[in-house]
């Protein structure tokens, strides 16, 4: 399953709920191993973060809230087909943030690329599998594309082929920006970071381009000011790359949580999210581990919603 919005969280957070709760009746050991074995596919940010979460729930959540399961048996793979984890990022953040997965439990498979997943096993590098009952995608997002842009070059990921001014090529009047936009230039050959700072700096860019061109003044090409990496992996366990400092460790994860902190909307989002946080790491818990809302393997949706 993929999980880009609010609503794909929640059905996560419940799919992992219910794989426990499945898992305290299952008498068939296999099936149980299945519903008990969780793989990341994509060690990039995504995947990286996710597959340090679910260890942070192996580690010290689930083993209070079921008892009467051996959470030991809980595996988490993480399978990447670059040679290292965070393949963007510094050799040093990667071999750190590879480091802390591992001392987290976390089993990574590098040089492995997934090839297939019938819903109750996983194939890689042609012939290994994993049984298991859930799949995390984190290997990328797939441009939504809207018919009628034939003339226009879609490259890998479904990005679309732009100027340096956002223009979609083979148009004189359709701009695409964010993760949909495959820009080339000088600094970033193979296209921009899709990130949120790509999609802000070009909407912002092309705003003002825009009333130039209609002003018929002249455009000014979109550069990109890199703000930086980061990426937590767990409690006290973060890497930072910044233009000229690298770091990782617990700085790094105060940094990461002092950054997200200050982007929430509103004095009252941020002092409720810092005062969780704050009882969050002294707790080890993460509140009650109610399903509040179903979710259906079969038709990918939450269990109520009309299919
Ligand atoms: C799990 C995850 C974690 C991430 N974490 C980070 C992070 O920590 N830091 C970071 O910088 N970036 C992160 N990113 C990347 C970041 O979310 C994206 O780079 C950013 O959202 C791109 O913005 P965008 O406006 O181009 O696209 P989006 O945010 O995807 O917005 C596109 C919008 O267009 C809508 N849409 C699509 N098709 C149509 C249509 N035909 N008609 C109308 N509307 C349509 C979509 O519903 C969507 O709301 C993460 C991404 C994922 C998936």
């Given at each position: 399953m993929a999980m880009k919005t609010v609503p794909e969280a929640l059905n996560l957070r419940s799919l992992i709920l219910q794989n426990f709760e499945e898992a305290v009746s299952e008498t068939n050991p296999d099936k149980k191993e299945a519903l008990m074995n969780f793989v990341v596919v994509g060690a990039g940010p995504t995947g990286v973060e996710t597959a340090g979460a679910l260890s942070e729930l192996k580690n010290h959540v689930l083993p209070n809230d079921y008892p009467e399961l051996d959470i030991s048996k809980m595996n988490i793979y993480?399978?990447?087909?670059?040679?290292?984890?965070?393949?963007?990022?510094?050799?040093?953040?990667?071999?750190?943030?590879?480091?802390?997965?591992?001392?987290?439990?976390?089993?990574?498979?590098?040089?492995?690329?997934?090839?297939?997943?019938?819903?109750?096993?996983?194939?890689?590098?042609?012939?290994?599998?994993?049984?298991?009952k859930t799949v995390i995608w984190g290997a990328g997002v797939k441009g939504a594309l809207i018919p009628g842009l034939d003339n226009a070059?879609?490259?890998?990921?479904?990005?679309?082929?732009?100027?340096?001014?956002?223009?979609?090529?083979?148009?004189?009047?359709?701009?695409?920006?964010?993760?949909?936009?495959?820009?080339?230039?000088?600094?970033?050959?193979?296209?921009?970071?899709?990130?949120?700072?790509?999609?802000?700096?070009?909407?912002?860019?092309?705003?003002?381009?825009?009333?130039?061109?209609i002003n018929n003044k002249p455009t000014k090409?979109?550069?990109?000011?890199?703000?930086?990496?980061?990426?937590?992996?767990?409690?006290?366990?973060?890497?930072?790359?910044?233009?000229?400092?690298?770091?990782?460790?617990?700085?790094?994860?105060?940094t990461w949580m002092f950054i997200h902190l200050l982007f929430l909307v509103g004095f009252r989002n941020k002092l409720v999210t810092l005062i969780n946080w704050i009882v969050n790491y002294f707790s080890y818990d993460r509140g009650t581990s109610v399903i509040i809302r179903k979710f259906n393997r079969e038709t990918m949706k939450e269990a109520d919603a009309a299919v």
């Amino acid at each position: 399953m993929a999980m880009k919005t609010v609503p794909e969280a929640l059905n996560l957070r419940s799919l992992i709920l219910q794989n426990f709760e499945e898992a305290v009746s299952e008498t068939n050991p296999d099936k149980k191993e299945a519903l008990m074995n969780f793989v990341v596919v994509g060690a990039g940010p995504t995947g990286v973060e996710t597959a340090g979460a679910l260890s942070e729930l192996k580690n010290h959540v689930l083993p209070n809230d079921y008892p009467e399961l051996d959470i030991s048996k809980m595996n988490i793979y993480l399978i990447e087909g670059e040679p290292r984890v965070l393949a963007p990022f510094s050799t040093q953040a990667s071999a750190k943030a590879k480091e802390f997965l591992e001392k987290m439990g976390v089993k990574i498979f590098l040089h492995s690329r997934v090839n297939a997943y019938d819903g109750e096993k996983i194939t890689y590098n042609d012939i290994l599998t994993i049984p298991t009952k859930t799949v995390i995608w984190g290997a990328g997002v797939k441009g939504a594309l809207i018919p009628g842009l034939d003339n226009a070059e879609i490259v890998r990921g479904g990005r679309i082929k732009t100027n340096e001014i956002n223009l979609i090529q083979g148009f004189n009047n359709i701009f695409a920006i964010g993760d949909l936009a495959y820009m080339e230039t000088k600094d970033f050959p193979h296209g921009h970071p899709g990130v949120a700072q790509t999609a802000i700096q070009q909407g912002q860019q092309l705003g003002v381009n825009l009333i130039n061109i209609i002003n018929n003044k002249p455009t000014k090409p979109f550069w990109y000011f890199d703000k930086g990496s980061m990426a937590t992996i767990g409690r006290n366990k973060a890497v930072v790359d910044l233009k000229f400092w690298r770091f990782q460790g617990i700085f790094a994860w105060l940094t990461w949580m002092f950054i997200h902190l200050l982007f929430l909307v509103g004095f009252r989002n941020k002092l409720v999210t810092l005062i969780n946080w704050i009882v969050n790491y002294f707790s080890y818990d993460r509140g009650t581990s109610v399903i509040i809302r179903k979710f259906n393997r079969e038709t990918m949706k939450e269990a109520d919603a009309a299919v």
